[in-house]
């Protein structure tokens, strides 16, 4: 088989295009690479295979979202790979394309903008969030569909950061194939109520829906208006299926647990029920484990 330097020796003797190509810094780095894999005698037979790689390495640069791709495979780079002797041309998924497919293991109910790009690592240093990283870390780590694991209960003042946090798990989450799905609770409830009238109400299937998925992030909770019958047939209901069944779930609320459960006893209505709102903290407390996050408002800063 005839080396790398043997051939950038004879270099001058190739065809002009093909000295040009062969000198480019990405096609030199492959032939490096594979020199001991490949016989540089039968370049002829996969120098267009060369020459396709370096044109999909140009449509790559200065690339910044998968919207812009230019490659003939949406969201996948050129790479070249020895085969008997030759390169040859194959095409492997990007980073945006990676980081899409991750969010198709998360589903969304009326969320905020989403935070597809929500991390640990960009979260906001300040404030009390080492218990909240350690605990979402371990919780990320050591997912098991049948070992059960507590979620969070995420508490803190408006614009903290709760809601950023708990969408950088989902990213998580889902990098690693586990289905999780995201849910803004009062616009939940308010398309439920609003849905009262049509022949179709999706009440019963949204909820069986809630009840069973593996991963159920609840933003928002307590910011809805309260009545009984949000509170017990669509919380209560969604949360005493996740309880029984040791279904991790997570939340963010403006109130930390005692603030919650004294929002709740009292409806709309004026209806004291401390009894009913007591069992929807205990549930709550079953299936998550409360940490709060304090800090500026973020928002104010944009």
């Not at 998968?66 to 003939?72: E, R, V």
């Not at 990320?140 to 969070?152: A, E, L, W």
């Not at 609003?194 to 009840?211: M, Y």
Request: hydrophobic share 35%; net charge positive; proline share 5%.
């Amino acid at each position: 088989m005839k080396r790398l330097s043997e051939l950038v020796e004879k270099i001058s003797d190739i065809d002009e295009v093909y000295g040009k190509l062969l000198s480019q810094p990405e096609v030199k780095a492959v032939l490096k690479r594979y020199e001991s894999e490949i016989d540089l005698s039968k370049l002829p037979s996969f120098i267009t295979a060369i020459d396709e790689f370096f044109v999909g390495v140009l449509k790559c640069n200065d690339c910044k979202q998968l919207a812009n791709c230019k490659q003939p495979i949406r969201g996948h780079f050129p790479m070249l790979t020895p085969c008997l002797g030759r390169l040859r041309l194959g095409f492997t998924p990007c980073q945006y394309f990676k980081s899409e497919q991750h969010l198709s293991n998360i589903q969304t109910l009326h969320m905020p903008k989403p935070m597809a790009n929500a991390s640990f690592a960009t979260l906001n240093p300040d404030a009390n969030r080492e218990e909240l990283f350690r605990l979402g870390m371990d919780f990320v780590s050591n997912y098991k569909q049948n070992n059960f694991k507590k979620g969070i209960y995420l508490h803190g003042s408006m614009g903290s950061g709760k809601t950023y946090a708990m969408c950088a798990i989902a990213n998580e989450l889902a990098k690693r194939g586990i289905s999780c799905t995201l849910v803004y609770f009062p616009e939940l409830i308010a398309k439920i109520k609003a849905g009262f009238n049509d022949k179709d109400n999706p009440s019963d299937t949204i909820v069986d829906q809630l009840k069973t998925i593996p991963v159920l992030m609840l933003d928002d909770v307590g910011s809805e208006v309260v009545t009984s019958w949000m509170r017990d047939e669509i919380l209560g209901r969604i949360l005493n299926h996740r309880m029984m069944h040791e279904l991790p779930t997570f939340f963010t609320s403006n109130f930390n647990l005692k603030e919650l459960q004294k929002h709740y006893e009292q409806t709309n209505r004026n209806e004291y029920e401390p009894v009913k709102a007591a069992r929807i903290l205990e549930r709550i407390k079953s299936i998550s484990t409360p940490v709060a996050l304090v800090g500026r408002n973020y928002r104010n800063e944009v």
